[in-house]
């Protein structure tokens, strides 16, 4: 069927245009795809590896983890201790100060951070945190942070100065920060465990390393993107090297670095609340997981919001302490003029802690003033599921048997009389076949023979299913793809990690990951895509979203699993939905960037030449923001790899499943594995789409 | 092609058969034959440095630049004027040729000799003002001085000072982005100047203005000149700009100097078809002056209104209207130094080329 379909589409192509070279290698793997698809009735090593060509990496990757723990585990077991001190120290001093104190005290940081409106913000959400009990935890968590965020800047400085300065050094940090920043949380936590120990510096070290990346690119990026009229004339002062690093280029760099340590903050707190998986020591993270295993939605409701509320608190206060301009007037003014805050900040916590030996309610806040409404919470969620259920039952079997089922097992084994109401036969298998043919027609003559090309794929991928399809046949189409698009070292790269995922015996759980994130990744890009084109044809649109993607952005992973589950459940379609609604955000994001950002000029002419507004944005805005559009579908899916991960959690096949079995076993190999063959996804992913998008940039004149 | 006008002050600085060729291998085209090399090959030279996909950015510059001389580098964009004002200071290196400063050959010296040179004898203005945004007005003239060590105190008053010479007092505690551009340029101005510099090097110091700031800048740039007698470079792609601020100009192309002059040699007696392009819309009334069409004395000359050698064209004119003999032709010390004819006069103004015979 394939066959006939392609040769048509190529024919047409043939006919009404010039002999394109590139035609010729996907007409030769597409005949190559055909001549599979007839193998497979024949020899099973088309669609299953045999077993004995299988790599047992796991198991060598244990024997060496064994070997290394036991030799080096003396040494990470004293920085462990030596890291506990601070860190115990810093716990200490929270849970010492009286609540209001540190809440005066983080009041008046926010407002020097954001003005009044964020300082009321704060204390609200700090009232929130007291006034709910959650005080204690919320402190915990923050003592984690707080020593987790200086090491990684430490770190993520050192690493970028080095990474900037010294070419050898960039080969070696360049692809460990790819690594890092696709190997999913969870499979941080398995090597971390097995060195340091069980206990809360487990989730101080995790979320060091975790939170290093982003600071690492950054100050190397800053430091690039220095201008170079600044580092000459620093040079033509005289400046030796150090005095240009330390008084020039890393001053100049620091607004990119300051997004760095924003971003640093963020990852910091998002993995400290993902450690609790590896047990809780009384910390906020722990606190919802804990209440979620039980099924206590309420109380995980509360306790979520908590770390919403740290987490955006953090986030607005960073960048607004970081994006503050220095003004001339700074030098000017007394003491106390100049440093109006700190003495503000300072008597206001004095005073707390002294009023706070007279009056105990203010060192500990009483128990009998908490209000904790989860029961509250509860009931309505009890409500909702016995008066909805049939709803919500509806709309998940929907999805289910019409949608996700076709995808992984493909239209060819999911077309059953009991859910279609007819069976699948020849007929209407021609029938599909001549409706993808028919598309495939139409998109040639409308756009080229590369969008045919892709009707194809996706139209043979969902009658055959992600796993339906030979792992060769899987193998050959990316690789070629990867050739096609980003040069023979793409595709080299590739045919390699896919070669890593059949070899290491991870094929079948990698193909289910690639259906779930593909189909969330699916429906998040379209749905995000237009939601990104109303917003930027509507200023109000765009107005109202942006707080909301901000705070989508901001919260932990994990939290979006709890409304989810409250309505739907533990299962594969609550996966879908979390992954969709923290994916989501970049495509609304970067689709709205992209149109907005369309050439103004390039616009007025297109006005000026008669175009309808359906006309400007098709015609116009939509082909000259594709690159930036790619791009946020990137983005849309590193993200939903690294959620699919986490929804593992509420029970979902493939890879994240394995992570989360390896972590509960602390099994080194299988994590890692795992973890690399998300990593591998991704990247492969990655590197294609920024490649084309690239490309496309270069075409279009816009880079 | 060397102006003979100005061989009043010492040669300050001078670089010969400067070479600069970016590529993977640049140096293969000098290795053995640096210094040998003979002047006539320069164009095979190139030619062979483009066959081999390498792009040769400066070729086979000289050029001497005296003391408190204003020589000024003009050239469209990609002619390679910036790649030599950076090769005087080493921010590029050259690939061959020689660099003489004060005596010194400054493609020998070590990075501490370089260093060392730059904090002391060196001032660099750049296009893009390049100031430090972290600090503000007066700690970014006071920079050089900080690198070198000097203490903050006398660092201050000095900074003060040059701030109060090019007009800005008032703005020191403000921080480069509260300034415009016309501001920023005298911070960098200020800034190049605070080691009191011998050599003062510009780069396109006001091609990122306005016209009219640009104006203003350059009186403020030849006001601060006749106060100060520096040793300049100054890069522009501007030509008018060239001939006003100029003792002597190179006109660049593609990597090559095509002529070396004063302003009116190149006005008045462009080297190609190229330099003839750019002297089009130079308003000659303004920019030739009396020494330029200066004819010896006829005998018997009335030697009553003379005019001086110093005044431009535009200025004369009123003088030669209507008359058919000579003028007489006077110095600063009010000697004649010969006649000026109606004739010639309009020749010059019609853009006649007087060929050097």
């Known amino acids: ?703 | 092609m060397t102006g003979t006008d100005q061989a009043a002050g010492q040669v300050k600085l001078f670089c010969r058969n400067l070479w600069k060729v970016y590529g993977p291998e640049p140096h293969q085209f000098f290795s053995g034959e640096r210094g040998a090399r003979q002047r006539g090959d320069r164009a095979e030279l190139i030619r062979r440095i483009r066959a081999a996909d390498h792009i040769a950015a400066a070729c086979d510059v000289s050029f001497d630049v005296h003391e408190g001389e204003i020589f000024v580098i003009m050239g469209l964009s990609g002619s390679g004027k910036s790649t030599v004002i950076r090769c005087l200071s080493r921010l590029v290196e050259p690939t061959a040729g020689q660099v003489v400063f004060d005596g010194q050959d400054l493609l020998k010296a070590s990075s501490k000799e370089l260093i060392d040179l730059r904090r002391h004898k060196m001032g660099m203005v750049f296009q893009n003002f390049g100031l430090l945004p972290h600090l503000t007005v007066l700690d970014n003239v006071a920079f050089p001085l900080k690198v070198q060590g000097v203490a903050r105190e006398e660092r201050v008053k000095r900074a003060m000072e040059i701030i109060d010479l090019v007009g800005l007092e008032g703005r020191e505690a403000s921080f480069p982005r509260e300034l415009s551009g016309g501001q920023q340029q005298r911070v960098g101005i200020a800034r190049s100047l605070a080691v009191e510099p011998e050599i003062w090097l510009l780069d396109e110091p006001f091609s990122a203005l306005d016209p009219l700031i640009r104006r203003q800048m350059q009186d403020e740039f030849l006001r601060l000149q006749r106060l100060l007698h520096k040793t300049i470079v100054f890069i522009t792609h501007d030509f008018l700009e060239a001939l006003r601020l100029a003792d002597r100009i190179a006109i660049m192309k593609d990597g090559e100097i095509v002529q070396l002059g004063t302003p009116a040699q190149v006005v008045m007696e462009p080297a190609d078809d190229y330099v003839t392009e750019f002297t089009h819309d130079v308003p000659r009334a303004k920019v030739l002056m009396v020494r330029n069409v200066l004819e010896p004395a006829a005998d018997g000359l009335d030697t009553s209104d003379a005019v001086a050698e110093t005044m431009n064209l535009e200025e004369v004119l009123p003088h030669v209207a209507g008359r058919i003999d000579p003028l007489p032709v006077t110095d600063a010390n009010g000697r004649l130094v010969g006649q000026v004819t109606p004739h010639a006069v309009l020749n010059a103004l019609a853009g006649k080329q007087r060929r050097k015979g």
């Open chain 1, 1 to 703: 069927m394939i066959a006939t379909n392609a040769v048509s589409a190529l024919e047409s192509a043939f006919h009404r245009r010039n002999y394109d070279p590139s035609l010729a290698v996907w007409l030769v793997t597409g005949v190559a795809v055909v001549a599979l698809f007839a193998l497979r009735g024949q020899y099973d090593w088309v669609t299953k590896l045999p077993e004995e060509l299988v790599i047992p990496l796991e198991a060598w990757l244990n024997a060496f983890m064994d070997l290394f723990v036991a030799s080096f585990k003396w040494l990470f077991r004293a920085i462990s201790g030596l890291l506990e001190w601070p860190m115990n120290g810093l716990q200490a001093l929270l849970h010492w100060l009286p609540w209001p104190a540190t809440i005066a005290g983080s009041v008046v940081v926010a407002h020097l951070a954001g003005g009044w409106r964020l300082a009321v913000f704060t204390l609200c959400t700090l009232m929130y945190m007291v006034i709910v009990g959650y005080w204690d935890e919320s402190m915990n968590t923050l003592a984690l942070v707080g020593m987790a965020v200086p090491l990684s800047v430490a770190v993520g400085l050192f690493a970028g100065i080095l990474d900037f300065s010294y070419r050898p050094a960039k080969s070696v940090i360049q692809p460990t920060l790819d690594l890092m920043q696709t190997v999913p949380a969870f499979a941080y936590l398995i090597p971390v465990l097995l060195l340091f120990g069980f206990g809360p510096v487990v989730g101080l070290v995790a979320a060091t390393l975790y939170a290093c990346p982003p600071m690492v690119r950054n100050v190397s990026l800053g430091l690039q993107r220095v201008p170079v009229d600044i580092v000459e004339s620093a040079k033509m002062s005289g400046c030796t090297d150090r005095q240009l690093l330390w008084w020039v280029r890393l001053p100049a760099a620091m607004p990119t670095i300051m997004i760095g340590v924003n971003q640093t903050i963020m990852c910091a707190l998002s993995m400290v609340i993902i450690a609790a998986i590896i047990g809780g020591f009384g910390d906020i993270g722990w606190e919802v997981l804990s209440t979620m295993r039980r099924a206590q939605f309420g109380q995980s409701l509360l306790a979520g919001l908590v770390i919403v509320l740290i987490a955006m608190n953090f986030d607005r206060i960073s960048r607004g302490l970081t994006s503050r301009q220095r003004v001339s007037q700074a030098r000017t003014g007394t003491l106390w003029q100049r440093h109006a805050h700190l003495w503000v900040a300072l008597v206001a916590i004095m005073v707390a802690v002294a009023l706070a030996q007279v009056l105990p309610e203010l060192h500990d806040y009483p128990k009998a003033w908490i209000f904790y409404p989860a029961a509250v919470v509860n009931d309505a969620v009890t409500w909702f599921t016995a008066n909805y259920f049939f709803a919500t039952s509806a709309i998940k079997s929907w999805t289910l048997f019409y949608f996700l089922l076709p995808i992984r097992i493909g239209l060819e084994n999911s077309v059953t009389p009991h859910f279609w109401g007819f069976a699948l036969n020849l007929w209407i298998s021609l029938g599909y076949a001549a409706a993808v043919a028919g598309l495939a027609l139409w998109v040639d003559r409308a756009t080229s023979w590369r969008g045919a090309v892709a009707v194809l794929i996706t139209g043979g991928l969902f009658y055959f299913g992600t796993t339906g399809t030979p792992w060769a046949v899987f193998i050959l189409v990316v690789t070629v793809t990867a050739f096609r698009v980003g040069g023979w070292r793409v595709g080299v790269f590739a045919l390699g990690g896919l070669c890593f995922m059949l070899f290491t015996g991870i094929w079948e759980r990698a193909m289910l990951s690639v259906y779930l994130c593909g189909t969330a990744v699916l429906i998040a890009f379209l749905a995000g895509g237009l939601l990104g084109i109303w917003a930027a044809r509507n200023d109000r649109v765009s107005a109202f979203l942006r707080p909301i993607n901000d705070t989508l952005q901001t919260i932990p992973l994990y939290v979006f699993l709890i409304p989810i589950i409250m309505v739907f459940l533990v299962g594969e379609f609550s996966a879908l939905l979390a992954v969709i609604a923290y994916a989501i955000v970049p495509a609304i994001r970067y689709t709205e960037h992209g149109i907005r950002h369309v050439p103004a000029e390039t616009v007025e002419a297109a006005r000026a030449m008669g175009c309808t507004p359906r006309q400007l944005l098709w015609q116009v805005q939509l082909p000259l923001a594709l690159p930036e559009i790619m791009l946020g579908l990137n983005q849309t899916i590193m993200l939903g790899l690294a959620m699919l991960v986490i929804a593992a959690l509420v029970g979902t096949l493939g890879l994240g499943q394995m992570i989360y079995i390896a972590l509960t076993a602390a099994d080194f190999g299988k994590g890692a594995v795992a973890g690399l063959g998300i990593a591998l996804i991704a990247m492969i992913t990655d590197r294609i789409l920024q490649s084309w998008s690239a490309r496309k940039k270069v075409e279009l004149g816009l880079a």
